[in-house]
């Protein structure tokens, strides 16, 4: 089968961004004949002033990548074209170039930015779905995407000439939600529900599972509002002293919060700043837990399964796709989203409890290999594919599916870049 990936690239490297490039590989190595088309925002920033001034129509109709595009499928002949993010600068004009040539297509539902300018659902420190049950309309009003009236009504602009003229209910045969949480919310913002299949990201590699449990808890991520660090520092200062944080990431957010350790006095509090994803790595199976404490909902969390993979337990909000990955009393707690209190009793929970954290570690584990590989994942890919190619009257034999260490191994696609 021969299948044309499309990306854009944010000018921040993402999670969307390892997953467009994890999946291209799984896909090359299991035989398939995989085309990339990518963009990135960073084109932008090379744009004349002529361009930077057109930049609002291009967000919602860019004829160059129509025309470019459209050119790449009459030379390519996919069998399917599995879209990933198609915001700045290619633009969802790409989908009449689909639609026109009767070409199946797959849409990964990443995140909630068809149904939110901004893409996270999260408002004032707190989850906003005024966008669904309202008006897109809203979003301006509240100047929700990067503080400004004018680029959130581009958004906004985007997403509501697309709903007029229906681009992805007449372009769209197969949508891939990351979680259930995620399925129901998209089809209570009126997506079909019979389009909308549920598969997870992956994990490329097996980190392996770590000897013994580590002597600290640990957060791997962003410093933003929506990521809830606050959260997490302001519990950190409820539990006694001999227990130690780690805080793994970077954002603009840090100096602030970096401020606020210092102002709490908690020694015990060490930021380390970004990892490579092998320090990372290390980090995790150092760890007595994990904890992820958002305030908005998540579309996914690629961190809880590496430290599932890890035998690493995971206490998080009860929030999103956060509370359906992370099992309560299996393989990691729950506490309510942004009540430190709640959050530093199971803390300190955990810290007592250490058999019974062990053995959420080992079901985490097990969560990892029933849901979380290669092998797993590429069954379910191949499935959604499969159903898109038979909407459109076509159907295709694939390749023998092969070993999930095979199909992990490192293999280069055809990349069409700009």
Known sequence: ??????????????????????EGRMLARAGHNVVAYHRTNHEIGQLSIVGQLDLARRTIWASDSLAEFDKLLASEKPDVVHIHNTFIVISPSIYRACRKRGIPVVQTLHNFRFLCPPSNL????????????????????????????????????MLGFHRI???LERSVDRYIALTEFSRKKFISAGFPADRISVKPHFLESDPGVRQQPGDYALYIGRFSPDKGVRTLIDAWSKIPKEFKLRIVGDGLERPELE??????????????????????????????????????????????????????????????????????????????????????????????????????????????????????????????????????????????????VQLCETTDTVRVDR
């Open 1 to 22: 089968m021969k299948i044309l990936s499309v990306h854009n690239t944010h000018q921040e490297r993402g999670g969307e961004d390892v997953v467009f490039e994890q």
């Open 165 to 167: 003229i229906r681009t």
């Open 122 to 157: 999260f408002r004032d420190g707190k989850v906003c779905e005024e966008c669904i049950d309202r008006s897109l309309l809203r979003a301006i009003e509240h100047k929700c995407y990067r503080g400004s009236t004018s680029a959130t009504a581009v958004v906004v602009a």
């Open 259 to 404: 401020t606020e350790v210092r102002r709490r006095q908690l020694d015990n509090v060490k930021f380390r700043g970004f990892l490579s994803r092998e320090e990372a790595i290390a980090a995790l199976k150092g760890a007595r837990f994990l904890v992820m404490p958002s305030l908005w909902y998540e579309t996914f969390g690629m961190v809880i399964i590496e430290a599932f993979a890890c035998g690493v337990p995971v206490i998080c909000s009860r929030l999103g796709a956060m509370a359906e990955l992370v099992q309560d009393g299996i393989n990691g707690l729950h506490f309510a989203p942004g009540d430190s209190a709640d959050l530093a009793r199971k803390m300190i929970w955990s810290w007592s409890n250490r058999i019974a954290l062990e053995k959420m570690g080992c079901n985490g584990r097990q969560s990892f290999e029933n849901h979380y590989t290669c092998d797993k994942n590429y069954g379910m890919l191949m499935e959604i594919y499969e159903r898109a190619l038979r909407s459109r009257g076509h159907s295709r034999s694939l390749p023998i599916r092969q070993e999930a």
